[in-house]
């Protein structure tokens, strides 16, 4: 193919360069093949970012090699990207990140070499308001997704006890992610609080296995619970988002019984998939995480 070409997406031209790059070279997966997963996978991809401000990280040149968080939209971008304005306490200044809201702003961040998608909790313009809270089951040196896995039943006994539902995903990377629709009233300082109350009390729990600091020298062979995600300037990878992983991979969200039979095969590379996995999966079973946008659950002192 060319190096230049242009893609007619909701009736906006959309110039491509270096369609043919490879930016995965393990596998020789494209700029074009990220174009064509997010293409595929948008019907149950748009939902879950509509609205929400998204941090870039763009590869430009491959997995592997130099790479940026872009928060600020591009002042280049087209005049139908749409963008979410949220004040950073740390700037001093209102950010303005890019909402990807259609199909046309998802390919043109493809395009970007936008391989990650992270979103807010939140969905502009309630910015302050995050519609679910989510934990980051991150393993230390010597941990892996198996025992992300295990952290994570711990975590949904806990809320279950409080009578919330959670849907767990992978990272796409090493992790495991739980998230706990809310859809009701509530502050970030509110999500904030009870996750670390909630990840404090498995720490105490099963101090030989979980930690809830930061500190690296505190994780070996154990799984950081990060509750600190819930936050109105963070951002966390979006359910379905390619990963810059050495080959593709994908946060790809799981049923608990799936989890357990992974948990229970102790193969951390089971927890891996890619993105013709979740086409595959998509087509089988839809949107598995469809309820993190319906489900109205409160969250109880």
Known sequence: MPAKQELEIEGHQIPISNFDKVLYPENGFTKGDVIRYYIDIAPVLLPHLRNRALTMKRYPDGVGKFFFYEKNCPTYRPKWVRTAPVFSHGRGATMHYCLANNLASLVWMGNLADLELHASLARTPAVNKPTMMVFDLDPGEG??????????????????????????????????????????????????????????????????????????????????IDWSQNDDHKTTVSVYSLRATPQPQVSTPLTWAELEKLRKRSDPDAFRFSPDDVRARVKKHGDLFEPVLTLKQKLRR
Not at 175 to 199: S, W
Not at 201 to 209: D, L, N
């Open 143 to 224: 941990a892996h997704a198996v025992q992300c896995a295990q952290v994570a039943f711990w975590l949904k006994a806990k809320l279950e006890a409080m009578k919330l539902e959670s849907f767990p995903k992978t990272s796409g990377s090493k992790g495991i992610q739980v998230y706990v629709p809310l859809n009701t009233a509530v502050t970030f300082d509110q999500t904030k609080a009870a996750a670390r109350k909630i990840g404090d009390e498995i720490g105490t729990e099963h101090p030989e296995a979980v930690v809830t600091k930061m500190l690296k020298a505190l994780r070996k062979n154990k799984v950081l």
